[in-house]
Antibody, heavy 126, light 109 residues
Framework: QLRESGPGLLKPSETLSLTCAVS??????????WAWIRQPPGKGLEWIGS???????YYSASLKGRLAMSVDTSKHQFSLRLTSVTAADTALYYC????????????????????WGPGTLVTVAS | ELVLTQSPATLSVSPGEGATVSCRAS??????LAWYQQKPGQAPRLLIY???TRATGIPARFSGSGSGTEFALTISGLQSEDSAVYYC???????????FGGGTKVEIK
């Protein structure tokens, strides 16, 4: 199971910090990445980024300069930090478990999301 | 930039009938496509991966097909509980770029 937690309401230019608690499975499982996906109200899904238990991260190009993700294996959780938020960052934020594939050269190819948290709504408004 | 275009935007189907949702990619995806179902107020649920492999616990009335740039999700014998928005998603790109389609809303008449 995954469950997101976060502030709910932020002002423009502030930093968004979200945490996803993982239970019923080990966050150190080498078979999965841990991801964040968001969904603006009434709109579609957008992949934000993914993190591996050892700290390896991949980010969406559109958010790369403002985004940081991390894993805390001792607390069985992973986190997202998004700086300089604007109204465009208002969305339902989901955390998810993600499958991946390793090719013969050791590259990690991210794949599908097979388990999701219920989501947490983040609103950016002055 | 890879783009996934889903059609139609909305599909209205009677109970017991079949429904097909299409997903077209702007470049070849081989079979690297997944489908999700999202009911109102809920998180998405994985239905299909590798274009045609059903995820654990998904009923056999859900099937995926296609490869390359044209994909389809078919729901046979629609039930009221299948009313939802369906999304396609591509993967296995390098560097990683995970893209979702815009979604198709399936309504039960």
């Amino acid at each position: 199971q995954l469950r997101e937690s976060g502030p709910g309401l932020l002002k423009p230019s502030e930093t968004l910090s979200l945490t996803c608690a993982v239970s019923g499975a080990s966050i150190s499982n080498t078979n999965y990445y841990w991801a964040w996906i968001r969904q603006p109200p009434g709109k579609g899904l957008e992949w934000i980024g993914s993190v591996y238990f050892n700290g390896t991260t991949y980010y969406s190009a559109s958010l790369k300069g403002r985004l940081a993700m991390s894993v805390d294996t001792s607390k069985h959780q992973f986190s997202l930090r998004l700086t300089s938020v604007t109204a465009a960052d208002t969305a339902l934020y989901y955390c998810a478990r993600e499958s991946f594939y390793i090719d013969g050269s050791g590259y990690h190819y991210l794949q599908w999301f097979d388990s999701w948290g219920p989501g947490t709504l983040v609103t950016v408004a002055s | 930039e890879l783009v996934l275009t889903q059609s139609p935007a909305t599909l209205s189907v009677s109970p017991g009938e079949g429904a097909t949702v299409s997903c077209r990619a702007s470049e070849t995806l081989y079979s690297n496509l997944a489908w999700y179902q999202q009911k109102p107020g809920q998180a998405p649920r994985l239905l299909i991966y590798h274009a045609s492999t059903r995820a654990t616990g998904i009923p056999a009335r859900f099937s995926g097909s296609g490869s390359g740039t044209e994909f389809a999700l078919t729901i046979s014998g629609l039930q009221s509980e299948d009313s939802a928005v369906y999304y396609c998603q591509t993967y296995n790109d390098w560097p990683p770029l995970l893209t979702f389609g815009g979604g198709t809303k399936v309504e039960i008449k």
